[in-house]
């Protein structure tokens, strides 16, 4: 069936570090790929998204990266800061305009100053 | 702007009992979504509504549950005879129709079934 592997599932840095989170995808006509962080008590909220007609895409501290070849993508954060402590999930779009969304385990990151 | 808006935030209910989630979408998103959290996991996909075409209920997990859509925008999310395994944060989002990937998430309600 459809579904996404992510790891790690936990990471700890210190500030000012980068971090990376990797999944892997089994949907090989897949062509949109969000990652969200959510915070203790709250809703996730959506981060960066990359489709697959380009292989990376970067906001500021945050890039994402797409291999369609291995059916792998990346998130990257540079500059960590404590605030970006929270879990990150890693999905994937499927079904009809790829509109239903298949989520990988989460990553909880702790940036410790 | 508002964003999603859901409620209850906190339901606890007795094993058995039926239950009613509701969510606002943010103004003029035509797509609605419901996923399920379970402790410690990811989101599972249950529901979703775009427009006037037909809900795609793939990812609903039994009879138990069903959704509605009125006037294309609240959703009530509905489970009869609640079961412990129900027990989870239901989650809701929506999309601009021609952003349709681009799903915004609501804070979720904690269902506890006892």
């Known amino acids: 069936g459809e579904n996404v592997e992510q790891h790690p599932s936990t990471l700890s840095v210190q500030e000012g570090d980068s971090a990376v989170i990797k999944c892997t995808y089994s949907d090989s006509a897949s062509n949109y790929f969000p990652w969200y962080k959510q915070e203790l008590g709250k809703g996730p909220q959506l981060i960066i998204d990359i489709r697959s007609n380009v292989g990376e895409k970067k906001d500021q501290r945050i890039a994402v990266t797409l291999n369609k070849t291995a059916k792998h993508f990346s998130l990257h954060i540079t500059e960590t800061q404590p605030e970006d402590s929270a879990v990150y999930f890693c999905a994937m779009g499927t079904g009809t305009g790829f509109q239903k969304l298949v989520f990988g385990t989460g990553t909880r990151l702790l940036v410790s100053p | 702007g508002a964003g999603v808006s859901q409620s209850p935030s906190n339901k606890v209910t007795e094993k058995g009992k039926d239950v009613e989630l509701r969510c606002d979408p943010i103004s003029g998103h035509t797509a609605l979504y419901w996923y399920r959290q379970s402790l410690g996991q990811g989101l599972e996909f249950l529901i979703y509504f775009q427009g006037n075409s037909a809900p795609d209920k793939s990812g609903l997990p039994s009879d138990r549950f069903s959704a509605e859509r009125t006037g294309g925008s609240v959703s009530t999310l509905t489970i009869q005879r609640t079961q412990q395994e129900d027990s989870a944060v239901y989650l809701c989002?929506?999309?601009?129709?021609?952003?349709?990937?681009?799903?915004?998430f609501g804070p979720g309600t904690r269902l506890t079934v006892t």
């Open positions: 989002a929506s999309s601009l129709a021609n952003r349709g990937n681009e799903q915004y």
